[in-house]
C-alpha cells in the first residue's frame, strides 16, 4: 500500500548525492532523463548531490524529508546501508527506484521501495539505461593538453612548473572535454601510444591541443589542428623557435602568461578555435608539401663536404 503523498515535490537523489558517493556521466545524464519526464509533466523536484561534487546545491543531509512528498532514487545498483538509510529518513515519502540494477531482491534496499523500475535483475528482461534518452547535449571542444615538467637543461631560465600551474588552473575553468596526452611511446604502457601513427590518429580528432612542448606544437600542426602553445623558457626557447619556424601565431611567451593571465590564454583559446583552424590545415598542407624546408634538406650537402674534406 502506497502513502499518500504529503506534497507534489520530489526529490531526487542517487549515488551521485552520498558525501562519498561519486557523480559518473552516466548517472547524472539518467538523472537529466528524469528530470526532463518530470518536468514536461509539470511535476517540482530538487535535487540531492554529493558536497564533494556541487557543494552547493542541495545535499541529503540538510534538505526536509517533510518538504517532499516523493523520493526517486535513480540508476546505479540498489544495495547497501546507504541506500537502506533513505527508507528510514524518508519513511512518510512515497519512494521509487528507476533505471536501477537489483543485484539480491531481497536486500532492504531495495524492499524498501515502493516500486522499483529496475534496468535488469527483476527476473524479467532488461529495460534501456536511462542516460540513452536523455535529452542531446551541445558539443564541447575536444582538447589535447601536452605538458612537461621537465627539460632542467635550461636551468634557472625554467618556468616549467609556473607554466604548468597557469594553464592547468585555466584549463579546469574551460567547458571542454580535456584529454591527458604525451608524445612519450611506450610498447609497455597501454595508457601511452606505442607508434607515432597512433598519436597522430588522437591529434586528428580533436579541436585543439594546449602545450608547452615543441612537439606538442609541430604534432597538432601536422595533424591540421590549431595548438596553444606557450613557451616555459624565460626569454624565449625552442618553442618560440619552432612557432617562427612554422610561422604559428599562437605562441604565448611564459613572462606575458604571468603578467596578462587567462586573458591572454582566452584570446588565443577563441582563435584557436575559428581562425586557427584554417591556419592549422594550411601549415598541415604546407608540410606535406614539403615548404618550408627543413635542415633534412642540407643533409646530403653536409655529408659531402665532409667525406670532401
Request: charged share 20%; net charge negative; with cysteine.
Amino acid at each position: 500500500m502506497y502513502p499518500p503523498p504529503r506534497a507534489a515535490r520530489a526529490l531526487l537523489a542517487g549515488w551521485f548525492s552520498f558525501p562519498d558517493g561519486e557523480a559518473t556521466a552516466g548517472d547524472v545524464l539518467a538523472l537529466h532523463r528524469v528530470e526532463d519526464v518530470l518536468q514536461r509533466a509539470g511535476l517540482p523536484y530538487d535535487v540531492a548531490w554529493s558536497p564533494g561534487f556541487r557543494a552547493d546545491a542541495p545535499q541529503l543531509d540538510e534538505v526536509s524529508p517533510d518538504r517532499y512528498g516523493w523520493l526517486v532514487f535513480v540508476c546505479g545498483p540498489l544495495h547497501g546501508p546507504q541506500v537502506e538509510e533513505l527508507h528510514h529518513r524518508f519513511a512518510r515519502c512515497l519512494r521509487i527506484a528507476v533505471g536501477t540494477s537489483v543485484i539480491d531482491p531481497g536486500s532492504p534496499a531495495v524492499t524498501g521501495f515502493h516500486h522499483v523500475l529496475a534496468r535488469d535483475g527483476q527476473g524479467t528482461g532488461p529495460s534501456l539505461d536511462l542516460a540513452a534518452g536523455a535529452p542531446a547535449l551541445p558539443a564541447r571542444p575536444v582538447v589535447g593538453v601536452i605538458l612537461t615538467h621537465g627539460q632542467h637543461e635550461y636551468g634557472p631560465a625554467r618556468r616549467h612548473d609556473t607554466v604548468a600551474g597557469h594553464l592547468t588552473s585555466w584549463l579546469h575553468g574551460k567547458d571542454c572535454a580535456r584529454l591527458e596526452l604525451d608524445t612519450r611511446l611506450d610498447t609497455h604502457d597501454w595508457r601511452l601510444c606505442a607508434t607515432p601513427a597512433q598519436l597522430e590518429s588522437v591529434l586528428l580528432r580533436l579541436d585543439l591541443v594546449v602545450t608547452d612542448r615543441l612537439h606538442g606544437m609541430v604534432l597538432a600542426l601536422r595533424a591540421g589542428t590549431p595548438a596553444l602553445a606557450v613557451d616555459p623558457v624565460a626569454g624565449g626557447a625552442k618553442v618560440s623557435a619552432q612557432a617562427r619556424a612554422c610561422g604559428w601565431p599562437a605562441l604565448v611567451p611564459a613572462e606575458r602568461l604571468e603578467r596578462a593571465g587567462p586573458a591572454e590564454l582566452d584570446r588565443w583559446w577563441e582563435w584557436c578555435l575559428t581562425s586557427g583552424r584554417v591556419a592549422a590545415r594550411q601549415i598541415r598542407d604546407e608540410f606535406a608539401t614539403g615548404t618550408p624546408t627543413d635542415a633534412a634538406t642540407g643533409l646530403l650537402e653536409a655529408l659531402r663536404a665532409v667525406r670532401a674534406g
